[in-house]
């Protein structure tokens, strides 16, 4: 049975010597890993503060100064495209022991990353990382390609102890998600055709029943119409932050 989440909501300014960032929406969940603060920068992009460690998911210089914000312990990214793999942004959060993980799709442009594909499940610094499927079924560009074929992007799911978190990245409400198990915050993905429709996100809930809902790369998407799909599901509260 998944227990009750403490989630405070809070704005975050983050600064760097001569510069001021916008001001990025954080919302803080106790883990039994310590207080985790996940800051929303924007579309797919965010960043995770343990004490005395820090994750950036998707970094990308078009949403924030990566001059200016804390240096990474760990780098994930989702799939090759340039709203989710931004090889300078990297450059600017890495040190020595900084770890990085990416799908094959991103190899050749970073340096010395740690490669996971569907399935793999690995433990670094403690925090378990399970790489899963992110790819479309419906939605293909006009030469008939899909926009995410599968198997080239993941998604995570990572466990900060007792607390899962899924960061979907670009995928559908693929039939894999109905294993997902005891995720506690989702962040799924809201933009057609690109992604999921308000609908698909809701029927994608209903497959594995996350506590706290984040919709994320919405784009132009009305957020409010995935609400009123959700209104009458108690279990599942859904969390608008500025992701578009």
């Known amino acids: 049975m998944k227990r009750s989440l403490l989630i405070l909501f809070v704005m975050t300014v983050i600064t760097g010597t001569g510069y001021t960032q916008p001001d990025f929406e954080s919302d803080i969940v106790k883990t039994s890993m310590g207080d985790l603060e996940m ?15 820090v994750i950036h998911i998707d970094p ?14 760990l780098v994930l990214v989702t799939h090759h495209h340039g709203d989710h ?7 600017k959060i890495t040190r020595p022991g900084t770890k990085i993980i990416c799908s094959a799709s991103c190899s050749n442009e970073l340096e ?24 479309n079924i419906l939605h293909k560009r006009a030469n008939g390609e899909l926009f995410h074929p599968k198997g080239v992007g993941n998604g995570y799911v990572l466990t900060f102890g007792d607390t899962k ?3 979907a990245g670009d995928t559908e409400n693929i039939p894999e998600m109905a294993f997902l198990e005891d995720i506690d915050i989702a962040f799924l993905p809201m933009n057609l055709p690109y992604t999921m429709s308000p609908e698909m996100v809701a029927g994608a809930v209903a497959m594995f029943h996350p506590t706290i809902l984040y919709p ?8 409010k119409d995935l609400t009123k799909l959700l209104k009458n599901n108690k279990d599942c509260e859904v969390r608008i932050r500025d992701l578009q």
Not at 39 to 53: D, K, N, S
Not at 85 to 91: E, K, N, V, W, Y
């Open 39 to 53: 800051v929303f920068i924007g579309h797919g992009t965010l960043m995770f503060r343990l004490p005395a460690y």
């Open 60 to 73: 990308v210089s078009d949403y924030a100064d990566y001059g200016s914000l804390d240096d990474a312990d």
């Open 85 to 91: 793999l931004d090889p300078g942004a990297i450059s």
């Open 112 to 135: 010395g990353p740690i490669i996971m594909k569907n399935g793999d499940l690995l433990e670094i610094d403690g925090l378990v990382i399970d790489a899963v499927p992110a790819y």
């Open 165 to 167: 978190i899924y960061i």
């Open 216 to 223: 994320y790369h919405y784009g132009n998407t009305n957020t």
